[in-house]
């Protein structure tokens, strides 16, 4: 390709990412802040620079893949110079607020910035279903594009820099709750004497059937009338029923009473009639 990239932060994801580069036919320098963690890349072709100041100077693309926030800034500050004229992608997890003042410090020191957010687990990278989520440069987007998909599937959502990770964030809010309704139904049928592991067979069919129903939900809050679409009203919800057994088999209601009070204050404020869509009224105005 030509181009000469390089890779600041070999850890478990760091290390994925400058492996697919190097693969991919890019010539790839490597730095770590500890020893010994260049050397897998290095026998595949990587080239090791002693520090990072070398690692920004060897190339025009820097990729950053640190531990957080602070770790970006304390890598890159002294750094600034060096990185000025450059382009920097910093796939680094980090909050909405935080990618902004770190854009915002990139544009000051006169850098190209792209801010990413991994949703793969290293493993998965340069497979497809490796999702990778961009924001802030479109031109850095654009020109880099085919290097970005050596990592999985890229995807960008537009000049402020905080979108990837707002994104990638309220992907992982949708996860864990998620996670939690599966281990509270896991928790109910154990006193039955079902293994967690019979439970997630029924369970992985039957959540996956009904991630199908997002989009009706999605086109319900869209179209800001919860009246339409045919859903289940608030008041017949079976959250009771769901309560009650819970307790029956001596287990914590945590999980489901959450989804609970977000209906009861629908039926409270008069909306018991509408349908399940409308408690999205209760998470945008917390009570
Ligand atoms: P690791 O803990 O494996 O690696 C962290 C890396 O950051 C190491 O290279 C470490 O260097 C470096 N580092 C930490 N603090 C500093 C510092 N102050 N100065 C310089 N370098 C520093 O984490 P991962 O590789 O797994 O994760 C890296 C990023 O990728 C994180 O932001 C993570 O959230 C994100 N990510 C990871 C995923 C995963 O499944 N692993 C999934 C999605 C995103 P040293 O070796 O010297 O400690």
Not at 219 to 246: K, P, R
Not at 251 to 280: C, K, N, P, S, W
Request: hydrophobic share 45%; proline share 3%.
């Amino acid at each position: 390709s030509g181009i000469r990239v390089s890779v600041l932060g070999l850890g478990a994801m760091g290390s994925a990412l400058a492996g697919a580069l190097v693969k991919g036919g890019y010539a790839t320098t490597v730095w770590n802040r500890s020893a010994g963690k260049a050397d897998d890349l290095v026998a595949q072709g990587a080239e090791a620079a002693a520090t990072a100041g070398d690692a920004v100077r060897a190339s025009q693309l820097v990729i950053a893949c640190l531990l957080d926030h602070a770790s970006v800034h304390e890598v890159f500050d002294p750094l600034s110079d060096e990185l000025a004229g450059r382009t920097l992608i910093n796939v680094t997890t980090t909050s909405p607020e935080q990618s902004r003042e770190f854009a915002a410090w990139a544009a000051g020191a006169g850098v190209a910035y792209l801010d990413g957010g991994i949703m793969a687990v290293p493993h998965m990278i340069g497979q497809p279903e490796s999702s990778i989520l961009y924001s802030g440069s479109a031109d850095v987007f654009e020109r880099y594009k085919p290097l970005l998909d050596l990592w999985g599937t890229s995807s960008y959502f537009g000049e402020d820099a905080g979108l990837a990770s707002l994104y990638d964030l309220a992907l992982l809010a949708g996860m864990y709750v998620m996670f939690a309704g599966f281990l509270h139904g896991a928790a109910m049928v154990a006193p039955a004497g079902v293994t967690a592991g019979e439970f997630a067979a029924r369970a992985t069919p039957w959540l996956t059937a009904m991630t199908g129903a997002f989009q009706g939900l999605a086109a319900v809050v869209d179209g800001g009338d919860y009246t339409v679409g045919g859903q289940q009203s608030l008041e017949f919800s079976h959250l009771g029923d769901l309560l009650a057994a819970s307790s029956d088999q001596g287990i914590g209601t945590e999980v489901v009473a959450m989804v609970q009070r977000l209906i009861q204050r629908q039926i409270d404020a008069g909306h018991g009639e509408e349908g399940f869509a409308r408690i999205i009224e209760s998470i945008r105005q917390p009570g």
